[in-house]
């Protein structure tokens, strides 16, 4: 009997099942491609095909590294668990002329003619199809799908009206969606974290924020605001980019990105993804050094996992205008929880050296994939490259004997 190539990879994989690996490959690496100048916000999902999709965005300037600046959407494809990819393509394209927020206006670096598609989130439907939301000059949301696992895209459609939902509790002038992957219940309900600002502090405009999700229950046709999980307070300062998982009992747990005191991840717990959020909490076990982190399910081989990303570091950065606030960002690192999320275990160094954004997938194979920017020799001599976004986006690929292994 012949054996497909995917069902081969499958049958290699239990077999070397005791055997741990690691292995990485650079999907966009800074010089590659002379139309970019850096590559930021990696996200990875696989497809309910077993289709592996990796994207970020990539930004034709590096100086100053702005969130402003002008910035197109990339995805590239694998069919063999992660091995080897398609080439770049462009998935985000909103026709008609484009206005800037307002609120890039005030930043002084931002060149108005700039077109900035921002924060990318895809969700792998159960029913096979792929569901993308993206924003538009942090301004704008939009939402359109793929049926034949990213090769081609719908139309985009505008969504931004959700986001008024928000709007009589939270004045907000700053959107943006995840970024990285989100999710899709049991119940079919798609959720996506949101993070939302009034645009009247530092960074450009992204400060203060409100962490939140919006979802839809009609397969991606219509979306609603839920309530927000992790208001703006003196204790729990600006949470925004937001990661979010199902719990074994069907809850929804947030994972939030912060900048408070304790340089610890803010959790927060719903029913249903969208209202009755728990009073958030600091966990103790997961660093906070303000970088986005994922947090995935891993449901193989009689294991069901929870599994954590992000610079496991709180060294103060060097350099930086609050060098109390901000972390340097390195040492990627994977943690496993066996309790849901109550605690973490395995602490195992993906990348030691710098390393920022993150995002987790698990393959049909268990192969586990943690797609993370880190510096290289490619990676130019624009300012703050190293510490805030690096030189190339790679993927790593591994198992759980690997990662459990001390």
């Not at 909490?281 to 399910?297: G, T």
Request: net charge neutral.
């Amino acid at each position: 009997m012949r054996l497909t190539p995917f069902i081969a990879l499958v049958l290699s994989a239990f077999a070397q099942a005791g055997e741990p690996f690691l292995e990485k490959l650079d999907l966009f690496t800074v010089g590659e491609d002379p139309a970019y100048k850096l590559y930021h916000i990696p996200g990875v999902v696989v497809t309910a095909k077993g289709t592996v999709l990796a994207w970020c965005e990539a930004r034709k300037r590096a100086s100053g590294v702005t969130d402003w600046d002008d910035i197109r959407i990339l995805l590239r494809r694998s069919t063999d668990d992660g091995l080897t990819w398609s080439k770049p393509q462009s998935i985000a394209d909103v026709p008609g002329p484009k206005t800037k927020n307002p609120t890039a206006l005030l930043v002084k670096s931002v060149d108005p003619k700039d077109v900035t598609y921002d924060n990318p989130v895809l969700i792998a439907d159960k029913s096979g199809a792929v569901h993308m939301l993206f924003c538009l000059e942090y301004m704008r949301c939009f939402y359109q799908r793929s049926d034949d696992d990213g090769l081609t895209w719908s139309k985009p459609t505008e969504i931004t009206s959700a986001f008024e939902g928000f709007r009589k509790n939270y004045d907000w002038k700053v959107l943006a969606t995840g970024p990285n992957h989100s999710i899709q219940l049991r119940t079919s309900r798609l959720v996506v974290p949101v993070w939302l600002s009034l645009g009247t502090g530092s960074n450009g405009g992204h400060h203060p924020s409100v962490a939140a999700t919006i979802f839809s229950d009609d397969a991606g046709r219509t979306w609603q605001a839920g309530e927000i999980a992790a208001p703006a307070t003196t204790e729990w300062v600006d949470p925004n980019e937001t990661t979010a998982v199902e719990l074994s009992d069907g809850r929804v747990m947030l994972n939030v990105r912060n900048e408070s005191k304790p340089n610890r991840r803010l959790v927060t717990v719903s029913v249903d993804g969208a209202t009755g959020w728990s009073t958030p909490r600091f966990d103790e076990a997961l660093w906070e050094p303000v970088c986005m982190a994922s947090l995935i399910r891993y449901d193989f081989g009689g294991q069901k996992l929870l599994l954590f990303s992000n610079p496991h570091n709180l060294e103060k950065a060097k350099g930086k205008a609050e060098p109390g606030k901000y972390r340097d960002r390195k040492n990627i690192s994977v943690k496993i929880s066996r309790d849901e999320g109550q605690t973490w275990i395995s602490n195992k160094t993906i990348e030691a050296g710098p390393g920022m954004y993150s995002d987790l997938a698990v393959t049909h194979a268990g192969t586990i994939l943690c797609f993370y920017g880190r510096s290289g020799e490619s990676q130019g001599s624009a300012p703050g490259l190293a510490a805030m976004a690096g030189g190339r986006l790679t993927l790593a690929r591994f198992n759980l004997e690997w990662l459990s292994k001390p």
